[in-house]
């Protein structure tokens, strides 16, 4: 199937249709994570210079702007990148860059104090090559963070795991069901959806199930590069679906994604 990305109302409906990034819980778990990103950053550049690789409408951006951070925002959609350049030029603290989707071609080594990605590992097949240019861009004491990509339990489904997705889930999304069906460029969808069944709407690929991103190689990768983790931790992932009081209930007790800060030795 032909490989495209976000263009036009899919770009300007992405915040939208994702309940599970844009909601209070997530964007100050994120808030507080980059924060912490920021400061463990060791190259003593000011303001701190980032990449914000695959950056979508901004969610990291405007975190990254938020913080003080200087911020490349870095995209294969044209859509995406101009939607950033009228959402944040006026803070002086914005560029773009657009991406070829396999590397990063122009940008030269030791060039960023901090390569941030949310949600774009596992929509890119040779997800191992990004993380390695993400690393040769970076200064020595920059950080790296990889955040939204899913732990081995998310797949495992581990008793506790499976149980709160029991709970959480409404039984029927009405939310989904609506958006979906009051949306007319949704039946490309579906009839891309009858081609092919693992097609998701997203206007890129998935790595998927079977062939999802896996931790220990990109650790691989970063400890080849000369990168000591400074943090690893795994966290239940709110969406606005959820039941918020089961949310609480489990948010200790299980987790389904990761997030890694890796610092690169001086
Ligand atoms: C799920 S979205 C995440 C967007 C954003 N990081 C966020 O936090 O909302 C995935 C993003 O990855 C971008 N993308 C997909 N394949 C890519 C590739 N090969 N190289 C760079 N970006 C890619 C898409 O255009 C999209 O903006």
């Not at 990034?21 to 778990?29: G, T, V």
């Not at 294969?76 to 990148?81: E, G």
């Not at 350049?85 to 940008?107: C, I, P, Q, W, Y």
């Not at 931790?215 to 709110?238: P, S, T």
């Amino acid at each position: 199937m032909e490989r495209e990305y976000y263009k036009g109302a899919d770009a300007a409906g992405y915040e939208y249709v994702h309940g599970d990034i844009f909601n209070s819980i997530e964007q100050q778990r994120l808030h507080g994570l980059l924060r912490e990103a920021v400061q463990s950053v060791q190259t003593g550049a000011q303001p701190v210079r980032a990449l914000d690789f695959g950056c979508g409408s901004g969610n990291l951006t405007r975190h990254l702007i938020d913080l003080g951070v200087h911020t490349v925002s870095a995209d294969v959609s044209d859509d995406f990148l101009e939607g950033i350049r009228r959402k944040f030029a006026a803070t002086g603290l914005s560029e773009t860059l657009r991406l070829n989707g396999t590397d990063l071609a122009n940008v030269p080594e030791a060039h960023f104090d901090l390569a941030a990605t949310y949600s774009v590992l596992h929509h890119v097949p040779d997800y191992l090559a990004i993380v390695r240019e993400m690393g040769r861009v970076l200064k020595p004491g920059g950080v790296l963070y990889l955040d939204h990509e899913v732990t081995p339990d998310y797949y495992r489904r581990p008793p506790e795991y499976a149980e709160f997705l029991r709970k959480a889930r409404p039984r029927v999304d009405w939310r989904r069901i609506l958006s979906r069906a009051l949306d007319v460029r949704g039946y490309k969808h579906i009839l891309r959806r009858l081609a092919d069944p693992r097609y998701k709407r997203e206007g890129d690929i998935h790595v998927w199930p079977d062939d999802h991103i896996e931790w220990d190689r990109i650790e691989q990768v970063l400890r080849a590069q000369g990168f000591e983790v400074v943090l690893e931790h795994d966290y239940l992932l709110y969406k606005a679906i959820y039941d918020l009081r089961v949310y609480h209930e489990y948010k200790d007790r299980c987790a389904d994604e990761r997030v890694l800060i890796a610092r690169k030795k001086k």
